[in-house]
């Protein structure tokens, strides 16, 4: 199929293409997401990923099939013919070759200026803002970008998190990433004896999904805190949470109650299974917020937050977590890899 064919198709079924050079972004309208650059779809081939699902990536047929929520072979083929049903990423031979992880020099950080009005109108001080080194991009690939540098165990800058704050310019994602996301584990590293001193007066760590979320609880004097930069745990996160042991781990990611589905929550569940080979089931805990994030919440909100934390420690969320999977078996939005872990609930 040409590239003018697939996006034809896609156009057909409903989706608003934006183009991001060999792919484009969109929403997912099989499962009435609103985030417009859940979907990437390759141009040159319509093989697609939905990355707020973690889902694999998989050809344009399966996108029709769920789009439509059918596959019958007759409607499939008024979109896509039999011959081009199966087709996928061509294979490559790929030779084996040992990488090293890019970092940045110190120096890039003084092109970074303080200039931190988009966050101070949110209600974050500027301490907070100085001690994380980060400040706005005014060139790059950053551009017009609240720039946040991440720190690797051996204190070097490997990856940057940019919030959009360009005025007017809707179809940018809200946030970009440089470097590889899933080797993060921020904001330990940043400053690591503060939060190593945090860590330790709680033995807590509070999983949030945003920078946004934890500048929040910062503002309110909880540090202890780590970010997913999205919807899960990551396998160096995960290794990082193990070495650490601490106590009590608080899984605090978004609350979509507003939504059809509450993904957040969902993903709560899923990392609570994911964590438990590894921790007691009574010392992980899910205490989503009292809006749909951190940084829509009010003083008095978390106030509120505050004390429904308190009794999600004091309580056995065990049953909860059990009928929440229940839940999510039945949608058959879990995989089975992860599902294997719901028999530690039982020891």
Not at 278 to 306: A, E, Q, R
Request: aromatic share 10%; hydrophobic share 35%.
């Amino acid at each position: 199929m040409t590239t003018e064919k697939i996006q034809q198709v896609l156009e057909s079924l409903g989706y608003k293409l934006n183009d991001r050079g060999p792919y484009w972004q969109t929403s997912a309208l099989f499962r009435n997401g609103d985030n417009n650059t859940a979907i990437q779809i390759y141009k040159d081939s319509g093989v697609w990923k939905d990355y707020v699902q973690s889902t694999t990536f998989m050809p344009l047929k399966k996108l029709i099939e769920v789009t439509l929520g059918t596959n019958d072979k007759s409607v499939i083929e008024k979109y896509i013919k039999e011959e081009d049903a199966d087709y996928y990423l061509p294979e490559t031979k790929v030779k084996s070759k040992i990488t090293m992880e890019k970092v940045y020099s110190e120096d890039s950080l003084t092109r970074l200026f303080p200039h931190y009005d988009y966050y101070n109108n949110k209600g974050i001080d500027n301490e907070h803002l100085k001690l994380l080194k980060a400040g706005l991009a005014s060139s790059g690939k950053m551009y017009q970008r609240f720039v946040f540098p991440i720190y690797n165990e051996h204190e070097q800058i490997h990856g940057f998190a940019g919030r959009d704050v360009s005025p007017g310019k809707k179809d940018r994602p809200k946030w970009k990433h440089v470097g590889k996301k899933t080797q993060w584990v921020y904001p330990f590293f940043s400053n690591k004896e503060l939060f190593q001193e945090e860590v330790s007066k709680t033995n807590q760590i509070i999983i949030v999904e945003s920078i946004g979320d934890m500048l929040s609880l910062f503002q309110r004097g909880i540090k202890n805190v780590l970010v997913t930069f999205g919807l899960d745990i990551s396998p160096k996160l995960m290794c990082f949470l193990i070495g650490l042991n601490p106590k009590t781990i608080v899984l605090s990611l978004n609350n979509d109650s507003d939504k059809n589905e509450n993904r957040g929550l969902n993903s709560c569940v899923k990392s609570y299974l994911k964590l438990l080979p590894y921790f007691s089931k009574n010392s992980i805990k899910i205490c989503v917020p009292t809006k749909n994030d951190f940084g829509d919440m009010t003083d008095d909100d978390f106030l509120t937050w505050g004390e429904k934390l308190k009794k999600c420690l004091k309580r056995d969320q065990v049953q909860d977590v059990v009928d929440l999977i229940t839940s999510l078996e039945k949608s058959k939005s879990i995989s089975l890899n992860i599902l294997k872990n719901k028999r530690y609930l039982n020891e």
